[in-house]
């Protein structure tokens, strides 16, 4: 059963633009948000990760927002570089369970 | 310190056949879990092991197997094969496992094509 859903599908950004990348849970039971990056042919990378006891949190480019109540969390990648074309997971994990989102395929145009 | 490898990186079988997949976590972690990556449902949970015991199963039917040795390396056993299948087999390796918020490193997966 899906318990994090995520979108957009696919996302097209210029380079030097902001992407944003959204996901929602269902279970309160969740206390950890990670995000991966997954490039072809390889698997998943954690990107940054957030417990819910915080907003917000930084790292270089890539910040998540956090919102506890609306049980929902994003990724923002600012100043978006060709490099940075991947597909994007979120997840949540908590009790021993772990759940991901169908993945956000992005695209930096240059 | 090299990382989550898997082997083989590529197999194809056809249907009624069984497959075993292999995962060595990287070294000092105890920790492995298996995820099922296709397009139509994304990254699924296995199984995970600890120990050599299994800690934690997904939502799979008893054709999905594993084990753990003492060494930590990780095999995936998969009976009777179907078409649906085929996907990419995703292991992970972790220190402690996925209680608590201990990274999760990712091999780079086994593709599995079942004709």
């Known amino acids: 059963q899906q318990q994090v859903k995520q979108s957009p599908q696919s996302l097209i950004v210029q380079k030097g633009g902001i992407s944003i990348i959204n996901c929602a849970y269902e279970?309160?039971?969740?206390?950890?948000f990670p995000w991966y990056q997954q490039f072809p042919g390889k698997g998943p990378a954690l990107l940054i990760a957030?417990?819910?006891?915080?907003s917000e949190k930084k790292e270089g480019r890539f910040t998540i927002s956090f919102n506890k109540s609306a049980k929902q969390f994003s990724l923002h990648i600012m100043d978006s570089q060709p490099g940075d074309s991947a597909t994007y997971f979120c997840?949540?994990?908590?009790?021993?369970?772990?759940?991901f989102g169908a993945g956000t395929r992005l695209t930096v145009k240059p | 310190k090299a990382g989550v490898t898997q082997t083989p990186r590529y197999l194809i079988k056809t249907r009624g056949q069984q497959v075993t997949l292999s995962c060595s976590p990287i070294?000092?972690?105890?920790?492995v879990s298996w995820y099922q990556q296709t397009p139509g449902q994304g990254l699924q949970f296995l199984f995970e092991?600890?120990?050599?015991?299994?800690?934690n199963k997904g939502n799979f039917p008893g054709r999905f197997s594993g084990r753990q040795f003492s060494n930590s390396r990780s095999e995936m056993n998969v009976s009777t094969l179907e078409l649906g299948d085929s996907a990419l087999y995703l292991c992970?390796?972790?220190?402690?496992?996925?209680?608590?918020?201990?990274?999760?490193?990712f091999g780079p997966g086994t593709r599995l094509t079942v004709l």
């Open positions: 957030i417990r819910p006891d915080v």
């Open positions: 992970a390796s972790s220190r402690i496992g996925t209680s608590g918020n201990n990274e999760q490193f």
């Open positions: 279970n309160t039971a969740f206390d950890y």
């Open positions: 092991y600890f120990s050599e015991t299994q800690r």
């Open positions: 070294s000092g972690h105890r920790s």
């Open positions: 997840a949540a994990k908590g009790n021993n369970d772990m759940r």
